[in-house]
């Protein structure tokens, strides 16, 4: 995507594509450390909404989650390389097992926090239901 296909995308966001992004200064694995403004925050990575999607932790108690949740609903999974599996698995094994307090910034839409999304989300509690998780004990954390 970001060598090849953002031509595609911006041509049908209706963007000038006569000067293309930046090459990356370097690429982010699970668990690297990345400063920003002196905020220290940690990759997640949470395949699903694209095959690459990661989501940032600070230990300050943040979650940029990108477009892979978002209060009461989760990213879009129907684009090229989108998985709705894996975006469930990210989210209710990569994110939602963070400290309950943990407020989730998302890439769009208002915050939310890990405790609300566990509770009130229906694609997480749909996902459980469906995994036959009755014990819900996984969101007892």
Aim: proline share 6%.
């Amino acid at each position: 995507m970001l060598r090849n296909g953002w031509k595609g995308m911006a041509g049908r966001m209706g963007l000038d594509v006569s000067q293309g992004p930046p090459d990356p200064d370097m690429f982010v694995k699970d668990g690297d450390i990345v400063e920003v403004a002196g905020l220290r925050l940690r990759t997640i990575t949470t395949p699903g909404h694209t095959p690459g999607s990661v989501s940032y932790y600070a230990e300050e108690g943040m979650l940029f989650s990108g477009d892979t949740l978002f209060r009461g609903s989760i990213g879009r999974t129907d684009l090229p390389g989108g998985s709705l599996e894996q975006e469930m698995t990210s989210i209710c094994e990569r994110l939602l097992v963070l400290p309950e307090e943990t407020i989730v910034l998302p890439g769009h839409m208002e915050e939310t926090t890990v405790a609300f999304e566990k509770a009130h989300n229906p694609w997480v509690l749909e996902w459980q239901r469906r995994s036959g998780d009755n014990s819900r004990a996984w969101l007892e954390q």
